[in-house]
Nanobody, 125 residues
Framework: QVQLVESGGGLVQAGGSLRLSCAAS????????MGWFRQTPGKEREFVAA????????SYTDSMKGRFTISRDSAKNTGWLQMNSLKPEDTAVYYC??????????????????WGQGTQVTVSS
């Protein structure tokens, strides 16, 4: 079992930045790929970014490339999502997820085994 707890969400003006954290406990986080997803009411969970277990490989949704950066420190059992140049359309609940993997990462929610409870990000115009 892996338990995930997100933090760092909040209210920010358009153009601002937030840094989300995902703290993992339980089984070693080192072997797991990590992903960030977001969801708004009435919509499906949307892929944001993913990183493999070593941090050597990442993936982003096109609309977030250049604005968001995913990173992790497996020794600290922690991952982050740095979000810059935020837009009102980035408003959502953001979730981190962990999935056991080899050297790769996952972009589909169904590939992840563990989820955090989510943290609200609200971007005002």
């Amino acid at each position: 079992q892996v338990q995930l707890v997100e933090s760092g969400g909040g209210l920010v003006q358009a153009g601002g930045s937030l840094r989300l954290s995902c703290a993992a406990s339980g089984r070693t986080f080192r072997s797991y790929a990590m992903g960030w997803f977001r969801q708004t009411p009435g919509k499906e969970r949307e892929f944001v970014a993913a990183i493999n277990w070593s941090g050597s490989s990442t993936s982003y949704t096109d609309s977030m490339k250049g604005r968001f950066t995913i990173s992790r420190d497996s020794a600290k059992n922690t991952g982050w999502l740095q979000m810059n140049s935020l837009k009102p359309e980035d408003t959502a609940v953001y979730y981190c997820a962990a999935g056991f993997s080899g050297s790769s990462y996952y972009t589909r929610p169904g590939d992840y085994d563990y989820w955090g409870q989510g943290t609200q990000v609200t971007v005002s115009s």
